[in-house]
């Protein structure tokens, strides 16, 4: 199956192409390369995952090339196929394909759009290698790589500060996961003396129960390494604690935002904790960790993002929450069912950043929903494909067809795995998941109807009103990148007393076709990936063939749950629909009032539980502190002076005397040529 | 350790040498002193006309002709002290012997010819 | 005794000799008008020798060792390895030399002809293992150097430098010459092998005193610290391309007999040098540094530079083990090669007016007025610095891994570490060329033979050179191996 090799590397030429050639080789080369490398990527990607989905094709390993060969430590550059990957490659190939062909109508107007398509193809090149690795080492290599894509595309308008800033934070936050990660290779390493994924994977239950010692503790070691491994996936998934980075992340780009902070990247925790997950079930200590933080992220995030204007960040933190509902599946046992919530949710999220991307496109670059409304007539074409996404996200079905949108099928069986796991967290992460679904159909509505219901408001909006005095009401007539402000910052005022009417005479218009396309395809991903793929995603042992640990048991009971537990997330998909309607199309004074009301609260879910604050004072300023204190005392005072300084200074004092030393008088080189005779015959000699 | 009394003749020798050279210069000098006129004036105590000061600043320049004079002196001098014992071990050495020293006089002939040729031993 | 077999070994030397005295005569009948002749048929006498050295390399099945006269003469691979890298750095110097000595109205055919002898002086002391006729083959050599220091012989800075130069050089003779003495005295023999066994059960204070005498001396010639004091003033004031020629073939020779002479007589008192060794290495390195940095004169600067270099060469000495051999003959053969090049780029450049180039103010914005010379510049400094991945690395990497393995970790660490001092000079070299501005004249363009020193010595430090590795590393061993055949 050598057709991996040009599913992975493809991209990576592509971007290597695109990158170099930049200027030279103008837009719609490097467009074309790049995206139709892609496109010939998902094209060879589908077979493989349909070769798997039929039973056909069988897991196999394609060396590429041998990295390190040191004492024990060996490993190659090796190509893993499986069902997992399999999952995985249509996942990135097709959404990262849908994305290229997508950002040639949003990024038209940019004039370094050879770069963005580099960097794009470059991060799905590194997703791939990370997705496909068989060792740890290469699987860090390409979780460093798509932390270096993100941040190169978060930071893509790189005049805009707020954008810089952005990028910085990702990159440092996830930073912090990654030395887990990393530590978490090394204790493996150190445990198995492997690096090698299949045989760590033979060799864990053997460790279970085993203990390590540190700092005078005596703890599981399984649970240690699980722990530590689950910190880089906190990190790169934007889970509790490590996800004030994904929120601002929305600087880049929205096709970014579709791509890496939706679909792909940020699901990479979850791909590695299945991957790993014979391993972490031998870690309960672990596993309850992962449920525990998936479960509080799941619904963190959902309180947060019934409060934000931004409709990038409202999906943002919506993505967070649903990476929260992937953990906590994984936390429970059911690793295919957080695979299948991963693929699916990667379908209609991509939709639903996508989608946002063309309402933010027809309006001018105009973020903030205050100034949306009235758009379904306008842009109907995105509308459709929008409620697609969120009859998705809300998990519209029917139970006793069998039938609805994606959504329904993955989190349903997640809500169930979470109560059929039987134990108090599996019942904690259950009620926060249930929770967590009314507060993501209630934001998920509240999104569309401010959007697309309602009267205009759009001549509030500084994007609108330049648009219309400039005299030109086309949206692609602007490129974001000269947009300095285009980043909207929604923290800069509390609601605003009244939604004023008014079009200001401005005409939105729907997108071009190459980002309708995309949006229709991933429209009917939405609306079918779950149908479609339900059976072998959550019931089919021999679909997963051993790729992820199968607990034949936990299906068992998932299926045999209470009836009010099947119907759970279906009811409280229609409170959260009817709380919404009542406040955002019965009666729009609702949730101002309930904003005065619950003052406290609101606030605290407005500023995101003050997490950025906290941190601003737990770590930020102490670590300024300290910074400040090693550059002065430490470096300069200390390092600096005696060190590059000193000698510096010795150097010059000693050239001085060497000089000097060099009279020019014959009679004086004489005696040092005698002096230096005497001194080596004295020395000899005693 | 090798045995140094074979060389005490020649310390021996080294002795009777120096005691006879200061015999030879001093007693001159003392029966003159003794038995001549003793009348210095400046030109009597003065070098000879053709010769250098015997002490003098070392400083002083004189004319750089004589190092040339003296270096081909040098060249021919050895010459004539490798003709010696070459001579008189001929027998020992033999035809070997006479065609080293024969290259030997021939490359000096060589130095003389470029030397020569090149007006080294020209005065002006 | 074989003639022939005699005759034949020393053909190298016996050719250039003949050539010397024959060139001679034409120089001394041709006058002015044979001078570019004269060089032309000295440059191709010595690539004859170079040559027929590089056949005896060949034939000479390894390590096996060709004696002449009655062991007073060996020709093996250590010394045709050095003899051919002594005659192809004078043919260089030979090559970069015309165009400056006739710019000082000092092109004459004696030049030619004396590093003609010097060479002959040079490779007779490489192949010497008698103590007679390392002092003779010497004594040619310096004799040679000491009036080509002075060639120029209107310019006061050139006499000043001949004169230093002959003055301490008669010294160090001296110290040599006594050492030597005291060692006939102590072994009764001047043969190295006969020394050796002479003094196999121990050794006496008074030949002690006889080997110290004997490296004092020879450390004069390769200007290791504290007897390097001459180099700066003689460098300097010697016509640059003397310079190069001082810092190039004469190098590799008295290495090349420090080397002999301490692994071959010496070799099995290692300890009683060793130390000596070591401390010239390090005081080399340091002072070699430390002594360029303030220098604002290029040539001084390289003369410094030199003696730094000799300090890494030194380490590789004070292993005493094959590895650490074969890492001195590699980086004689690397520094060689860029000590020529960075030579022959300054001899390249002169002002409008025709006043050499030879302090930092001259070179000054280089690289926009002669890029070519300027890039070469650059990667020659690059090079002596030992930054990878250019040669100049190489060389240092193989002395150090040799001190390593002969567990002298101390003294690689040191060494290290003082080579960064020696980066600062160098980087300023470019630092200057790249990055100030430019100003006064615009410089004239060089002959071929420049160019083409220039830039082979470019090629073989740049990257590329390390396809020269397999060939380099085989050609050192086999010399290494040599030196260590009777062992």
Same mark, same amino acid.
């Given at each position: 199956?050598?057709?991996?090799?040009?599913?992975?590397?493809?991209?990576?030429?592509?971007?290597?192409?695109?990158?170099?050639?930049?200027?030279?080789?103008?837009?719609?080369?490097?467009?074309?390369?790049?995206?139709?490398?892609?496109?010939?990527?998902?094209?060879?990607?589908?077979?493989?995952?349909?070769?798997?989905?039929?039973?056909?094709?069988?897991?196999?390993?394609?060396?590429?090339?041998?990295?390190?060969?040191?004492?024990?430590?060996?490993?190659?550059?090796?190509?893993?196929?499986?069902?997992?990957?399999?999952?995985?490659?249509?996942?990135?190939?097709?959404?990262?394909?849908?994305?290229?062909?997508?950002?040639?109508?949003?990024?038209?107007?940019?004039?370094?759009?050879?770069?963005?398509?580099?960097?794009?193809?470059?991060?799905?090149?590194?997703?791939?290698?990370?997705?496909?690795?068989?060792?740890?080492?290469?699987?860090?290599?390409?979780?460093?790589?798509?932390?270096?894509?993100?941040?190169?595309?978060?930071?893509?308008?790189?005049?805009?500060?707020?954008?810089?800033?952005?990028?910085?934070?990702?990159?440092?936050?996830?930073?912090?996961?990654?030395?887990?990660?990393?530590?978490?290779?090394?204790?493996?390493?150190?445990?198995?003396?492997?690096?090698?994924?299949?045989?760590?994977?033979?060799?864990?239950?053997?460790?279970?129960?085993?203990?390590?010692?540190?700092?005078?503790?005596?703890?599981?070691?399984?649970?240690?390494?699980?722990?530590?491994?689950?910190?880089?996936?906190?990190?790169?998934?934007?889970?509790?604690?490590?996800?004030?980075?994904?929120?601002?992340?929305?600087?880049?780009?929205?096709?970014?935002?579709?791509?890496?902070?939706?679909?792909?990247?940020?699901?990479?925790?979850?791909?590695?904790?299945?991957?790993?997950?014979?391993?972490?079930?031998?870690?309960?200590?672990?596993?309850?960790?992962?449920?525990?933080?998936?479960?509080?992220?799941?619904?963190?995030?959902?309180?947060?993002?019934?409060?934000?204007?931004?409709?990038?960040?409202?999906?943002?933190?919506?993505?967070?929450?649903?990476?929260?509902?992937?953990?906590?599946?994984?936390?429970?046992?059911?690793?295919?069912?957080?695979?299948?919530?991963?693929?699916?949710?990667?379908?209609?999220?991509?939709?639903?950043?996508?989608?946002?991307?063309?309402?933010?496109?027809?309006?001018?670059?105009?973020?903030?929903?205050?100034?949306?409304?009235?758009?379904?007539?306008?842009?109907?074409?995105?509308?459709?494909?929008?409620?697609?996404?969120?009859?998705?996200?809300?998990?519209?079905?029917?139970?006793?067809?069998?039938?609805?949108?994606?959504?329904?099928?993955?989190?349903?069986?997640?809500?169930?795995?979470?109560?059929?796991?039987?134990?108090?967290?599996?019942?904690?992460?259950?009620?926060?998941?249930?929770?967590?679904?009314?507060?993501?159909?209630?934001?998920?509505?509240?999104?569309?109807?401010?959007?697309?219901?309602?009267?205009?408001?759009?001549?509030?909006?500084?994007?609108?009103?330049?648009?219309?005095?400039?005299?030109?009401?086309?949206?692609?007539?602007?490129?974001?990148?000269?947009?300095?402000?285009?980043?909207?910052?929604?923290?800069?005022?509390?609601?605003?007393?009244?939604?004023?009417?008014?079009?200001?005479?401005?005409?939105?218009?729907?997108?071009?076709?190459?980002?309708?396309?995309?949006?229709?395809?991933?429209?009917?991903?939405?609306?079918?990936?779950?149908?479609?793929?339900?059976?072998?995603?959550?019931?089919?042992?021999?679909?997963?063939?051993?790729?992820?640990?199968?607990?034949?048991?936990?299906?068992?009971?998932?299926?045999?749950?209470?009836?009010?537990?099947?119907?759970?997330?279906?009811?409280?998909?229609?409170?959260?629909?009817?709380?919404?309607?009542?406040?955002?199309?019965?009666?729009?004074?609702?949730?101002?009032?309930?904003?005065?009301?619950?003052?406290?609260?609101?606030?605290?879910?407005?500023?995101?539980?003050?997490?950025?604050?906290?941190?601003?004072?737990?770590?930020?300023?102490?670590?300024?502190?300290?910074?400040?204190?090693?550059?002065?005392?430490?470096?300069?005072?200390?390092?600096?002076?005696?060190?590059?300084?000193?000698?510096?200074?010795?150097?010059?004092?000693?050239?001085?005397?060497?000089?000097?030393?060099?009279?020019?008088?014959?009679?004086?080189?004489?005696?040092?040529?005698?002096?230096?005779?005497?001194?080596?015959?004295?020395?000899?000699?005693? | 350790?090798?045995?140094?009394?074979?060389?005490?003749?020649?310390?021996?020798?080294?002795?009777?040498?120096?005691?006879?050279?200061?015999?030879?210069?001093?007693?001159?000098?003392?029966?003159?002193?003794?038995?001549?006129?003793?009348?210095?004036?400046?030109?009597?105590?003065?070098?000879?006309?053709?010769?250098?000061?015997?002490?003098?600043?070392?400083?002083?320049?004189?004319?750089?002709?004589?190092?040339?004079?003296?270096?081909?002196?040098?060249?021919?001098?050895?010459?004539?002290?490798?003709?010696?014992?070459?001579?008189?071990?001929?027998?020992?050495?033999?035809?070997?012997?006479?065609?080293?020293?024969?290259?030997?006089?021939?490359?000096?002939?060589?130095?003389?010819?470029?030397?020569?040729?090149?007006?080294?031993?020209?005065?002006? | 005794?074989?003639?022939?077999?005699?005759?034949?070994?020393?053909?190298?030397?016996?050719?250039?000799?003949?050539?010397?005295?024959?060139?001679?005569?034409?120089?001394?009948?041709?006058?002015?008008?044979?001078?570019?002749?004269?060089?032309?048929?000295?440059?191709?006498?010595?690539?004859?020798?170079?040559?027929?050295?590089?056949?005896?390399?060949?034939?000479?099945?390894?390590?096996?060792?060709?004696?002449?006269?009655?062991?007073?003469?060996?020709?093996?691979?250590?010394?045709?390895?050095?003899?051919?890298?002594?005659?192809?750095?004078?043919?260089?110097?030979?090559?970069?030399?015309?165009?400056?000595?006739?710019?000082?109205?000092?092109?004459?055919?004696?030049?030619?002809?004396?590093?003609?002898?010097?060479?002959?002086?040079?490779?007779?002391?490489?192949?010497?293992?008698?103590?007679?006729?390392?002092?003779?083959?010497?004594?040619?050599?310096?004799?040679?150097?000491?009036?080509?220091?002075?060639?120029?012989?209107?310019?006061?800075?050139?006499?000043?430098?001949?004169?230093?130069?002959?003055?301490?050089?008669?010294?160090?003779?001296?110290?040599?010459?006594?050492?030597?003495?005291?060692?006939?005295?102590?072994?009764?023999?001047?043969?190295?092998?006969?020394?050796?066994?002479?003094?196999?059960?121990?050794?006496?204070?008074?030949?002690?005193?006889?080997?110290? *005498?004997? @490296?004092? &001396? %020879? !450390?004069?010639?390769?200007?290791?610290?504290?007897?390097? +004091?001459? /180099?700066?003033? #003689?460098?300097?004031?010697?016509?640059?391309?003397?310079?190069?020629?001082?810092?190039?073939?004469?190098?590799?020779?008295?290495?090349?007999?420090?080397?002999?002479?301490?692994?071959?007589?010496?070799?099995?008192?290692?300890?009683?040098?060793?130390?000596?060794?070591?401390?010239?290495?390090?005081?080399?390195?340091?002072?070699?540094?430390?002594?360029?940095?303030?220098?604002?004169?290029?040539?001084?600067?390289?003369?410094?530079?030199?003696?730094?270099?000799?300090? *890494?060469? @030194?380490? &590789? %000495? !004070?292993?005493?083990?094959?590895?650490?051999?074969?890492? +001195?003959? /590699?980086?004689? #053969?690397?520094?060689?090669?860029?000590?020529?090049?960075?030579?022959?780029?300054?001899?390249?450049?002169?002002?409008?007016?025709?006043?050499?180039?030879?302090?930092?103010?001259?070179?000054?914005?280089?690289?926009?007025?002669?890029?070519?010379?300027?890039?070469?510049?650059?990667?020659?400094?690059?090079?002596?610095?030992?930054?990878?991945?250019?040669?100049?690395?190489?060389?240092?990497?193989?002395?150090?891994?040799?001190?390593?393995?002969?567990?002298?970790?101390?003294?690689?660490?040191? &060494?290290? !570490?003082?080579?960064?001092?020696?980066?600062?000079?160098?980087?300023?070299?470019?630092? #200057?060329?790249?990055?100030?501005?430019?100003?006064?004249?615009?410089?004239?363009?060089?002959?071929?033979?420049?160019?083409?020193?220039?830039?082979?010595?470019?090629?073989?430090?740049?990257?590329?050179?390390?396809?020269?590795?397999?060939?380099?590393?085989?050609?050192?061993?086999?010399?290494?191996?040599?030196?260590?055949?009777?062992?």
């Amino acid at each position: 199956m050598s057709s991996i090799l040009i599913i992975v590397f493809l991209p990576l030429l592509a971007a290597i192409i695109a990158g170099f050639g930049n200027r030279a080789l103008g837009n719609t080369v490097a467009k074309s390369i790049t995206t139709g490398a892609l496109f010939v990527s998902c094209v060879l990607s589908w077979p493989i995952f349909l070769g798997f989905l039929g039973g056909t094709a069988t897991a196999e390993v394609v060396q590429v090339l041998t990295w390190v060969r040191s004492g024990t430590l060996t490993f190659d550059w090796a190509l893993r196929v499986d069902t997992l990957t399999a999952v995985m490659l249509v996942v990135i190939t097709t959404v990262s394909a849908l994305v290229h062909l997508y950002s040639w109508g949003y990024m038209d107007e940019d004039p370094d759009q050879p770069r963005f398509f580099a960097y794009l193809s470059l991060f799905t090149f590194a997703m791939l290698m990370l997705v496909t690795a068989d060792n740890l080492v290469q699987m860090f290599f390409g979780w460093e790589g798509v932390g270096l894509a993100s941040y190169l595309l978060i930071g893509f308008w790189f005049r805009k500060p707020s954008a810089n800033a952005a990028a910085i934070k990702a990159f440092v936050v996830n930073r912090v996961g990654d030395l887990g990660f990393m530590l978490g290779i090394f204790g493996t390493y150190l445990v198995f003396n492997t690096v090698s994924i299949p045989a760590i994977l033979e060799a864990a239950p053997a460790m279970s129960g085993a203990t390590i010692g540190f700092l005078g503790y005596r703890m599981a070691t399984m649970d240690v390494l699980c722990i530590l491994l689950f910190i880089g996936a906190m990190g790169k998934s934007a889970q509790l604690g490590l996800h004030t980075w994904l929120p601002d992340a929305m600087e880049g780009p929205t096709p970014v935002s579709a791509l890496i902070h939706a679909a792909t990247m940020v699901t990479a925790g979850v791909f590695m904790v299945c991957r790993l997950s014979p391993m972490f079930e031998t870690a309960p200590v672990a596993l309850a960790v992962v449920t525990f933080i998936g479960a509080a992220t799941c619904l963190f995030a959902a309180t947060v993002g019934t409060t934000q204007w931004d409709i990038k960040r409202v999906i943002a933190y919506s993505t967070c929450s649903q990476l929260g509902y992937m953990f906590f599946a994984a936390g429970v046992g059911a690793y295919g069912v957080a695979m299948f919530h991963l693929f699916t949710h990667a379908f209609f999220k991509a939709l639903l950043f996508l989608g946002a991307g063309s309402v933010i496109h027809a309006m001018h670059h105009e973020q903030d929903m205050r100034y949306y409304g009235a758009l379904r007539k306008e842009i109907p074409l995105t509308f459709w494909a929008m409620l697609a996404g969120t009859l998705a996200i809300t998990g519209v079905g029917i139970y006793w067809l069998h039938a609805g949108f994606a959504g329904f099928h993955s989190k349903d069986a997640i809500l169930e795995a979470a109560w059929g796991r039987g134990t108090e967290l599996g019942r904690f992460a259950f009620w926060m998941g249930t929770i967590a679904a009314l507060l993501t159909s209630f934001y998920s509505w509240r999104l569309m109807f401010l959007t697309f219901w309602g009267k205009p408001r759009w001549i509030e909006s500084e994007h609108i009103q330049h648009a219309v005095h400039a005299g030109h009401d086309e949206p692609e007539d602007h490129n974001p990148a000269r947009q300095e402000d285009s980043g909207h910052d929604v923290t800069h005022a509390v609601p605003p007393p009244e939604y004023r009417g008014g079009t200001g005479g401005y005409h939105p218009h729907e997108s071009p076709v190459s980002m309708l396309v995309p949006l229709g395809v991933l429209t009917l991903g939405a609306i079918f990936a779950g149908f479609v793929f339900t059976d072998a995603f959550v019931d089919s042992e021999t679909f997963w063939a051993g790729s992820i640990y199968y607990n034949e048991g936990l299906i068992h009971e998932l299926h045999e749950v209470p009836l009010l537990v099947k119907l759970a997330a279906s009811i409280v998909m229609l409170l959260g629909l009817t709380a919404a309607w009542f406040a955002y199309i019965k009666d729009t004074s609702i949730p101002e009032k309930a904003a005065d009301q619950l003052g406290p609260i609101y606030h605290f879910f407005y500023n995101k539980w003050y997490f950025d604050e906290l941190y601003r004072y737990v770590f930020l300023k102490p670590a300024f502190w300290f910074g400040r204190v090693f550059w002065k005392a430490i470096d300069m005072g200390t390092i600096d002076r005696f060190g590059p300084n000193g000698a510096a200074w010795l150097v010059s004092k000693g050239s001085v005397a060497a000089k000097r030393f060099q009279t020019g008088y014959l009679y004086s080189y004489a005696l040092v040529m005698l002096l230096g005779l005497v001194a080596a015959i004295t020395w000899v000699v005693f | 350790m090798v045995d140094l009394s074979q060389y005490l003749p020649i310390l021996l020798f080294l002795f009777i040498a120096l005691g006879l050279s200061v015999a030879f210069v001093f007693l001159p000098m003392g029966v003159s002193r003794l038995t001549g006129a003793h009348q210095p004036t400046a030109e009597k105590l003065s070098e000879y006309e053709c010769g250098f000061p015997a002490f003098e600043d070392s400083r002083g320049q004189f004319d750089v002709r004589f190092y040339l004079v003296a270096i081909l002196f040098i060249v021919f001098d050895l010459e004539a002290a490798f003709l010696f014992p070459w001579a008189v071990s001929l027998d020992l050495t033999g035809w070997a012997g006479w065609t080293t020293m024969m290259i030997f006089l021939a490359e000096l002939a060589v130095g003389l010819a470029y030397a020569w040729k090149v007006g080294a031993l020209e005065w002006e | 005794m074989d003639y022939a077999t005699s005759l034949y070994l020393t053909g190298a030397e016996i050719g250039l000799s003949i050539s010397g005295l024959v060139l001679l005569l034409v120089s001394a009948w041709g006058g002015a008008r044979v001078t570019r002749l004269v060089t032309i048929l000295a440059a191709a006498a010595l690539f004859g020798a170079a040559i027929f050295t590089g056949h005896l390399f060949t034939e000479l099945s390894v390590p096996a060792a060709g004696d002449a006269f009655g062991g007073l003469y060996r020709a093996d691979d250590f010394s045709s390895f050095a003899k051919i890298l002594i005659y192809l750095a004078v043919i260089a110097c030979l090559m970069i030399t015309p165009k400056y000595l006739a710019a000082n109205g000092i092109y004459r055919s004696e030049y030619p002809i004396l590093l003609l002898f010097g060479a002959v002086g040079m490779s007779m002391m490489v192949s010497a293992v008698d103590l007679i006729t390392l002092y003779i083959g010497l004594e040619l050599s310096s004799l040679s150097s000491y009036v080509l220091a002075s060639f120029a012989r209107d310019d006061v800075r050139s006499s000043e430098a001949g004169l230093k130069y002959f003055i301490l050089g008669a010294l160090a003779s001296g110290i040599l010459l006594y050492g030597m003495s005291l060692i006939y005295g102590f072994a009764g023999t001047t043969d190295y092998a006969a020394i050796r066994l002479a003094f196999i059960g121990g050794i006496e204070t008074g030949a002690l005193f006889g080997i110290v *005498f004997v @490296l004092a &001396g %020879l !450390a004069f010639k390769i200007a290791a610290v504290p007897f390097h +004091m001459w /180099t700066p003033d #003689v460098y300097e004031g010697a016509p640059t391309p003397v310079t190069a020629f001082f810092a190039s073939a004469p190098k590799v020779a008295a290495v090349a007999i420090l080397m002999r002479i301490a692994l071959e007589p010496f070799a099995d008192h290692v300890d009683s040098w060793r130390q000596i060794v070591v401390f010239a290495a390090l005081a080399s390195i340091v002072v070699g540094a430390l002594g360029a940095i303030g220098q604002d004169s290029l040539k001084r600067l390289l003369a410094y530079s030199s003696i730094n270099n000799v300090g *890494f060469i @030194l380490i &590789g %000495l !004070a292993t005493a083990t094959q590895l650490g051999t074969s890492a +001195m003959m /590699t980086y004689l #053969v690397i520094y060689v090669v860029m000590t020529l090049g960075s030579f022959t780029a300054l001899l390249m450049l002169r002002a409008e007016d025709g006043r050499p180039f030879e302090t930092f103010s001259d070179i000054a914005g280089l690289a926009t007025r002669k890029p070519a010379i300027a890039w070469c510049l650059l990667l020659l400094m690059f090079s002596l610095a030992g930054i990878p991945p250019l040669f100049g690395f190489w060389a240092k990497f193989v002395v150090f891994r040799a001190a390593v393995e002969a567990d002298l970790i101390a003294l690689a660490a040191i &060494g290290i !570490a003082a080579s960064v001092i020696g980066a600062f000079y160098y980087l300023k070299f470019v630092k #200057v060329m790249f990055f100030d501005e430019a100003e006064g004249s615009v410089v004239k363009t060089s002959p071929i033979g420049q160019w083409i020193v220039l830039i082979l010595a470019g090629i073989i430090v740049s990257p590329l050179g390390y396809f020269l590795n397999g060939l380099l590393d085989a050609w050192s061993s086999d010399a290494a191996a040599s030196l260590f055949y009777l062992v």
